[in-house]
């Protein structure tokens, strides 16, 4: 299969590029950039200028590809709406360039209040109605018209060397403040997942998976954030504290939305159905092999997920 990969430099989509060539898909990569397309193709892909905001591209990639991997996203968590807005229309243009066949067309989403908060969200969830899933409702609105389009959920922390989402960020701010935070009691939870185990779960949903089903990148379901914290005041030798609702916007900024969310998620579905199970590395004892403070000054501008 030739796969159309959106992304194909990012964290996540620079472990997808190679598991599909390793298992004989020919990889078709948007690059923005020169560096981009020299790692591309060091890789074995092959390039295809362009990015996210030039629809053309976007539209003569799919084109020319037997299947879809959208895994681009403008990472900017404290301006989400239009970012939101952005990958809503180049799924929209993908989708219709895919149209009227049977050609897969993967499209990234996230675990985030897929459930009322503290209830385990499931594959056959919905989203809460009151906040916007920009990239579900274009995959939805694609379904209807009869594209083969799946859902990949992500949860909020992917991890692994070279990560620079939530996680890094939590560790710059810990740097800043000189302390360690999680909100109330932290008993709250967020879901995870390696990279490493991400990157195949997209070429089984891209190979196997069902027309309009929704999948599930979850490894740990629910890691207690007070426990995330704990690894990070141990990497930094800082202290560990609670902080407030209300003091929670000035010490973690935007991230304040995020901290406190207890939304585990579970891949149950997704391992039965596909045969996907995780296996390597969880948070915490990722977090504590040390690698996130060697490189986390280079890493912690942008979210790499929805």
């Not at 539209?59 to 709406?81: K, L, M, P, Q």
């Not at 239009?82 to 149209?99: F, H, V």
């Not at 912690?300 to 997920?305: D, E, F, I, L, N």
């Amino acid at each position: 299969m030739r796969v159309f990969v959106t992304g194909a430099t990012g964290f996540i989509g620079s472990a997808i590029v190679p598991e599909l060539i390793n298992a004989g898909h020919k990889v078709l990569g948007l690059a923005r950039s020169d560096a981009g397309a020299k790692s591309l193709a060091a890789a074995g892909a092959e390039v295809h200028r362009g990015s996210l905001e030039d629809l053309d591209s976007l539209r003569s990639g799919a084109a020319a590809a037997d299947g879809v991997i959208h895994t681009a996203f403008i990472h900017d968590f404290s301006n989400y709406a239009p970012a939101a807005e952005k990958d809503q229309r180049a799924i929209e243009t993908l989708g219709t360039a895919l149209a009227g066949s049977r050609r897969p067309f993967v499209v990234t989403s996230g675990t985030l209040l897929v459930q009322r908060q503290g209830e385990l969200a499931t594959e056959e969830d919905g989203p809460v109605s009151n906040f916007p899933r920009k990239s579900e409702d274009a995959a939805e609105s694609l379904a209807a018209r009869g594209v083969n389009v799946l859902a990949m959920r992500l949860p909020p922390s992917v991890h692994g060397d070279g990560d620079h989402g939530f996680v890094p960020r939590l560790i710059s701010i810990a740097r800043e403040k000189g302390v360690s935070a999680y909100v109330g009691d932290g008993t709250n939870r967020w879901p995870a997942v390696h990279r490493l185990d991400a990157a195949p779960l997209y070429r089984l949903v891209l190979e196997k998976g069902s027309a309009g089903a929704k999948y599930h990148a979850v490894g740990d379901e629910g890691v207690p954030f007070r426990d995330i914290a704990a690894a990070i005041g141990r990497q930094l030798n800082v202290p560990v504290v609670s902080k407030s609702p209300d003091e929670a916007a000035a010490h973690f900024s935007w991230l304040s939305h995020f901290v406190a969310i207890d939304c585990p998620a579970s891949s149950a579905l997704t391992q039965q159905r596909l045969g996907w199970h995780p296996v390597h590395t969880a948070l915490i004892p990722d977090l504590d092999r040390g690698r996130y403070f060697e490189t986390e000054e280079r890493t912690h501008a942008a979210p790499s997920h929805r």
